[in-house]
T-cell receptor, first 113, second 111 residues
């Protein structure tokens, strides 16, 4: 069974541009989560999508947004990029039944110059 | 929000040694997971263990929910065990809160 996949692996942008990151969950999983791992800040919860809707977000500004498609894949958009947005962005999926185990993808490393 | 503290922050051991990593959390939780982050950044699931004890090969974990801590045991360490180990918790159920991560324990196993 395929795990969570993310694309691209690396992304280089300049300040002020927009970045789009993509995530495909494990087959059958309906929930997708996004996390940011920035140097010195640790792993932080960013967004949660379930059944096509944004259900919750962490302490991030509105320029971090995204969506979930009917096939449950998701994309994360970061507008008006700032230098401090440089980070590893991790996507996770879960089945949300009797256990809430989240399974993570390999991540997208975003560098903002 | 919920606080997660991991100890020790760094641990250097010789191959073959045993180790215990600790995770303290500040509130009751419905989800607790242990991860190993590989050198490329991917988080590898080790255990889903909001309570009780589990074992998987050389690794085992125990969560005492009433006392708000979890322990990860690694026996007969190998160099491939090196990396950062994270504990992550969720207070509510159903994934609503997202996972809150500790700062991790950086484990180095020397040959």
């Amino acid at each position: 069974e395929a795990g969570v996949t993310q694309s691209p692996t690396h992304l280089i942008k300049t300040r002020g541009q927009q970045a789009t990151l993509r995530c495909s969950p494990i087959s059958g999983h309906t929930s997708v989560y996004w996390y940011q791992q920035a140097l010195g800040l640790g792993l932080q919860f960013l967004l949660w999508y379930d059944e096509g809707e944004e259900r919750n977000r962490g302490n991030f500004p509105p320029r971090f947004s995204g969506r979930q498609f009917p096939n449950y894949s998701s994309e994360l958009n970061v507008n008006a990029l700032e230098l401090e947005d440089s980070a590893l962005y991790l996507c996770a999926s879960s089945l949300r039944t009797t256990t809430d185990t989240q399974y993570f993808g390999p991540g997208t490393r975003l560098t903002v110059l | 929000g919920i606080q997660v503290e991991q100890s020790p922050p760094d641990l250097i051991l010789q191959e073959g040694a045993n180790s215990t990593l600790r995770c303290n959390f500040s509130d009751s939780v419905n989800n607790l997971q242990w991860f190993h982050q590989n050198p490329w950044g991917q988080l590898i699931n080790l255990f889903y263990i909001p309570s009780g004890t589990k074992q998987n090969g050389r690794l085992s974990a125990t969560t005492v929910a009433t006392e708000r801590y979890s322990l990860l045991y690694i026996s007969s360490s190998q160099t491939t065990d090196s990396g950062v180990y994270f504990c992550a918790v969720e207070r509510g159920g159903g994934g609503a809160d997202g996972l809150t991560f500790g700062k991790g324990t950086h484990l180095i196993i020397q040959p």
